[in-house]
């Protein structure tokens, strides 16, 4: 064979192995990864850490099937092969269990959660009073309503997602996966009669390593240690943007008092949190109380064009809360520095809407706070304020209730207003002392919760269209809410009951926030810059480290269009509305939405709306202060990781791998021996035959 052949047979040889070890290579025989696990995550504050991770390099255990509390005596005692990773159904995802492995967490690599298709009776990992310490009530204001001493809000609240586990803890969903995982099980682990199973056995890896330690003040010193010249951060502040606006615009360059300008501020919370981080869906912890707000900004677009009440109105819906009242206190910090478009002498007094779609009767309650009640002034605008809700119930579905006067304000943004004054405000909500939501804080609080449910033979275009009764609740929540802001905005009396909230716009914003938010109602709604937010899915509202989340763009784009005027102006004179006369970005913000596709056409109606919608920071004030270890603010973050991955195998035993490894070093030392000997005679080995002295060159 000539050399060109040859070199033509290498090359061959060499693409062929190629091909082939590169599409079966070494790993994909040995490991299954699983694709559809969420971590929980580390999260630090001002003194503690929380959460979880695993070592740098993952931790691996063999599995071990949960059936029942008793069966722990297994990884945490009997069983011959530790360490353990340990899979259990959601019924066994209590404290009691999670805090028995925590305590003998030298025998547990990790836990793996199933969640199932279908609720528990009831589960919150949260804790039974929630942002204790971060609320009005302290030592020096109402003392004898702090730390929930007169109403536990939150009694089924185990405090799962405020412990640290030195252990990996991931959830997996109940599908293909977990069926593998369970029958990896049972062919290889399962004990039989007590008898220990034989190698070799399945086990999980499971990588969570986190970078922050300790506590916020320690990493926000690390984030500023330069090493380097790009230096590694190892966490960051939990933000995001507030979402506002007004009836009537303001100048957003002109901050601070306004003269003679007086605001009714109407209030949600957006975001949620769960155990498992971005797996919080807040169905009746944040969203019933958003969509009913953004509801009631709707219904009172045409009146307060038509007859403008005397004083403004305020939409305000705030991110972060559920940890420590991120937005709300930022947006507090705003007025009192004079860095918002008001200032709090120019608050009038606030409604708040809470959780208020899990009715137990016909009653909705109205919670004030007691202590600034003693205030004559304070009070009597509270009363006027609930004189406004209850006169506005005309042809709703319920009664609206006072709780006693000795109860304290539940959980809620109006919290953080009171701790800088005595403003009027009222929060409603579904519940008179303890929560009704069985789920709060959880992955379990989803549509399910709030009996979001629809035909079989449904479409999901028709799903989107198909009216709930739980949307039909919700409609009569923000009918009350648009005409009580209206009369304490000093509107006209005769036009209150013609305001009437849609049932239709309702029940579309619950299918895109619970059930799917790539329908075609919100592709209408968005710029067609951010339609790769929408999902077959709904959103998450864990309110993360991003500038702004997928909520946050959902209501900003929302309450623009339901607030805004449609407009002219073409999608180039949209983005510079400056250049245009009798335009003003200081005034508006102009966002060019999609539009529908009309009925015989493929191309969709875009167009630009003029709307008094701002989005502003979202952030405790803490960072901006560098107060890393306050008291008085947030000092929420979120640990940094490299990845997070979870996989599947078979593991040998240790007599085995260590066999292995002596076979694998006696292999190298004789190859390495050989290799000496072979150099060593290469004069005499690879030496050629003379050539002849005649030789042609």
């Known amino acids: 064979m000539g050399l060109e052949s040859s070199k033509w047979v290498i090359i061959f040889l060499v693409c062929w192995l190629y091909k082939n070890v590169s599409c079966n290579s070494v790993e994909q025989k040995i490991y299954v990864v699983l694709n559809n696990t969420v971590p929980c995550v580390r999260l630090l504050n001002a003194t503690h850490q929380i959460g979880c991770q695993s070592s740098i390099s993952g ?51 990790g836990v793996a959660v199933v969640i199932p298709n279908t609720s528990p009776p009831e589960f919150s990992p949260h804790t039974t009073c929630p942002n204790e310490n971060t609320g009005v009530y302290s030592d020096n204001y109402g003392p004898n309503l702090a730390h929930c001493n007169s109403t536990v809000w939150n009694p089924l609240g185990n405090g799962l997602s405020y412990e640290e586990f030195d252990f990996p803890v991931f959830s997996l969903n109940e599908d293909n996966e977990t069926e593998l ?44 240690i330069n090493y380097s010249i790009n230096p590694e951060m190892v966490c960051d502040p939990l933000s995001d943007n507030n979402v506002w606006g007004s009836i009537r615009p303001y100048n957003d360059t002109v901050f601070g008092h306004k003269e003679n300008e007086s605001v009714v501020i109407a209030a949600a919370r957006l975001d949620s949190r769960a155990f498992f981080w971005e797996v919080s869906t807040g169905a009746e912890g944040s969203i019933s109380g958003f969509v009913t707000l953004l509801a009631a900004a709707q219904a009172l677009r045409e009146v307060t064009h038509e007859a403008p009440p005397t004083r403004n109105i305020l939409f305000a819906f705030f991110q972060g809360e559920a940890f420590d009242y991120i937005g709300s206190s930022r947006m507090v910090y705003d007025m009192e520095k004079g ?19 899990v009715h137990s009767g016909t009653n909705l309650f109205l919670h004030s706070d007691p202590v600034s009640r003693r205030n004559n002034t304070v009070n009597d605008e509270i009363t006027n304020l609930v004189k406004n809700l209850q006169s506005s119930t005309a042809g709703l579905s319920f009664l609206l209730v006072e709780p006693g006067v000795s109860q304290p304000l539940p959980p809620s943004s109006l919290q953080r207003f009171l ?70 905005a000093g509107g006209d009396e005769s036009k209150v009951n013609t305001i009437k909230a849609d049932p239709k ?6 299918y895109g926030f619970l059930v799917s938010s790539n329908n075609s109602w919100f592709q209408a709604m968005m710029s067609p810059d951010l339609q790769d937010i929408l999902k077959p899915s709904p959103p998450q509202y864990y309110v993360g480290v991003a500038m702004s989340s997928t909520p946050t763009r959902l209501v900003q784009y929302l309450l623009a269009n339901f607030t805004g005027a449609a407009t002219n102006l073409t999608q180039s004179q949209c ?40 989005l502003t920071r979202a952030i405790s004030p803490a960072f901006e202060l560098g107060e890393y270890a306050s008291k008085d603010y947030s000092t929420w973050t979120e640990s940094r990781w490299k990845f997070i991955k979870a996989r599947i195998f078979l593991v040998a035993s240790r007599d085995l791998e260590m066999l292995t490894l002596g076979v694998g070093v006696a292999v190298l030392f004789t190859f390495l021996l050989l290799t000496y000997f072979v150099s060593s005679k290469a004069d005499v080995l690879f030496s050629s035959a003379r050539e002849p002295a005649s030789a042609a060159y």
């Open 181 to 224: 995982i369970k029958q990896c099980y049972f062919d290889h682990n399962r004990a039989v009669n007590g008898s220990a199973p034989q190698y070799p056995l399945c086990a999980m890896q499971l990588f969570s390593h986190m970078h922050a330690v300790t506590n916020t003040p320690t990493c926000m010193r690390r984030n500023n």
């Open 339 to 357: 860095k918002f478009v008001i200032d709090l002498d120019n608050v009038h007094s606030i409604l708040e809407i809470g959780q208020v779609a």
């Open 505 to 510: 716009i309702v029940t579309q914003m619950l």
């Open 59 to 109: 931790d691996t255990g063999v599995i071990h099937f949960l059936e029942s509390e008793a069966d722990l005596e297994w990884p945490l005692s009997k069983g011959p092969n530790p360490p353990y990773m340990v899979v259990l159904e959601s019924s066994l995802f209590t404290r009691s269990i999670m805090m028995k492995m925590k305590n003998e967490s030298s025998r547990v690599a």
């Open 419 to 488: 701790r800088a004054r005595p403003i009027p405000g009222i929060v409603i909500a579904d519940h008179k002392s303890a929560f009704n939501n069985r789920y709060y804080e959880s992955f379990y609080d989803n549509a399910a919760n709030l009996n979001l449910t629809y035909p079989s033979n449904l479409s999901p275009e028709e799903q989107l269209e198909f009216v709930t009764d739980t949307a039909k609740s919700l409609t009569d929540v923000a009918t009350l809410v648009a005409r009580a802001l209206y009369k304490q």
């Open 575 to 614: 983005q510079k509305p400056d250049e245009l006369p009798n335009e003003s970005r200081q005034m508006y913000s102009y966002l060019w939405v999609q539009g529908i596709v009309p009925p015989n056409s493929t191309q969709r109606d875009s167009f630009c709306v003029r709307a008094s919608v701002r």
